[in-house]
């Protein structure tokens, strides 16, 4: 495993000790296309990253261990070998993908082709007190990011953008691409995650307007939950979480008494709120999906350009659904206290998939008892450790 503090490169002419760590730990395969993967170790990332690698694509992750540890690498690798009787070589830098100097050095050594951008503060609460700190890494550092991709010529990428950006128009019927075109309007984003994932849509788009040599996918997640049903990758938010599967799960591991039901006058199908739960398998091969298609858009003869596509099952669960369903599967209660609607929520949220399903002739396998299972499985691991 390599890493580095963020220090700029030596203008000297004689090696930082940050230079020669990247010549001890890179060690490209020539010939070989890289996919890199920024934040590649977190909850998305890493089924993607085990998704990517089972369908023979060559892995690279950046991730600067924010909110993972590396032991996730192992776990990735350990499920490949399991899987396909294989091992398999990921290289992995720890570093921050706003480090210039590192992906500088990384996209001159190694043929990367194409990147996942996964790498963002995601926190709702966090963002609305800690603003400039989420516009930083969401954006200015995306800014940068792109700036260095556009140089050194790698403009294939699949973005991970939100369900968030429908903001208020997500309620009602089931959505689609269109209600939200990126950059073209803002409505009802309530705090500084959201309007970061809006903005960075924009840029996208304007950057696509401008070049067609770039190619670029954002995938609008709907709610991604569940986990890997080997049980070893899962979601483990570091803090207090605000999402409704990790806070039921801290309610079953006895780390919180009762689940807060934040509403139940919504006009849904029992008042409380309704959401597109995608299991996180499902959106892993989402990305896959979607890579393949944009590399077979982006071959000779065919212009590239921006598209934006849902990803979500297109069915909903509302928040007593959910906690029936994990209630049934764990064979635990979880205690309810209604209180009211959290400020900025809206009664329903699913996605129309039809754009995604037929571009990238992908759905969702996995309902809501896989979803429930699996985070069971993962959940009952994570207490035995
Ligand atoms: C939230 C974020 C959204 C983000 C998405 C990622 C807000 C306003 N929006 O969406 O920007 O992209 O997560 O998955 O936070 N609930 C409870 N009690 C809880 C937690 C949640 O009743 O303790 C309810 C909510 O009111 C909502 C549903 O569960 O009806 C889902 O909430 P959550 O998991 O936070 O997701 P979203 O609100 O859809």
């Not at 990332?45 to 690698?53: D, I, K």
């Not at 996208?204 to 049903?229: I, K, M, Q």
């Amino acid at each position: 495993m390599a890493s580095w503090i963020e220090t700029p490169p030596s203008t000297s002419g004689r090696r930082t000790p940050e230079e020669l760590e990247i010549e001890w730990n890179s060690n490209p395969v020539s010939g070989l296309e890289y996919v890199l993967v920024t934040g590649g170790l977190g909850f998305i990332g890493s089924h993607t990253c085990l998704e990517l690698a089972k369908s023979h694509y060559n892995v690279l992750i950046v991730d600067n261990l924010s909110n993972s540890s590396v032991d996730v690498l192992r776990r990735i690798k350990a499920l490949y070998q399991s899987e396909t009787g294989k091992e398999v070589e990921i290289p992995f830098f720890q570093a921050d993908y706003r480090n210039t100097f590192v992906m500088n050095t990384l996209l001159s050594q190694y043929n990367i082709t194409s990147v996942i951008h996964f790498a963002a503060y995601k926190a709702v609460a966090e963002s609305i007190s800690l603003p400039l700190s989420y516009y930083s890494n969401n954006v200015s550092g995306f800014v940068d990011f792109l700036t260095l991709l556009d140089q050194k010529g790698c403009k294939q990428m699949i973005y991970s953008s939100s369900a968030t950006v429908y903001g208020c128009k997500g309620s009602g019927d089931r959505i689609e691409e269109s209600a939200i075109r990126s950059g073209v309007e803002c409505v009802g984003l309530t705090n500084p995650y959201g309007r970061s994932k809006w903005m960075c849509e924009a840029i996208l788009s304007d950057v696509c307007t401008a070049s067609t040599e770039w190619n670029v996918t954002a995938l609008r997640y709907f709610n991604p939950v569940g986990a890997h049903p080997s049980g070893l990758l899962g979601e483990d938010p570091l803090g207090i979480p605000n999402n409704l599967m990790p806070v039921v799960c801290r309610v079953l591991k006895g780390e919180s008494p009762t689940l807060s039901v934040f509403g139940r006058d919504y006009a849904t199908i029992d008042g409380t709120g309704v959401r597109d739960f995608i299991h996180v398998v499902d959106l892993a091969r989402g990305h896959v999906a979607a890579l393949k298609a944009s590399m077979s858009i982006a071959s000779p003869g065919k212009s590239a350009s921006y598209r934006v596509l849902n990803l979500g099952s297109g069915k909903g669960y509302s928040v007593l659904e959910i906690v029936a369903e994990m209630e049934r599967i764990s064979g635990r209660t979880i205690p309810l206290r209604y209180v009211a609607r959290r400020s900025g929520d809206v009664g329903s949220v699913i996605a129309n998939p039809a754009l995604a399903n037929l571009r990238l002739g992908w759905k969702t396998e996995y309902g809501l008892k896989e979803i429930c299972e699996d985070t069971w499985r993962y959940l009952k691991n994570t207490m035995e450790d």
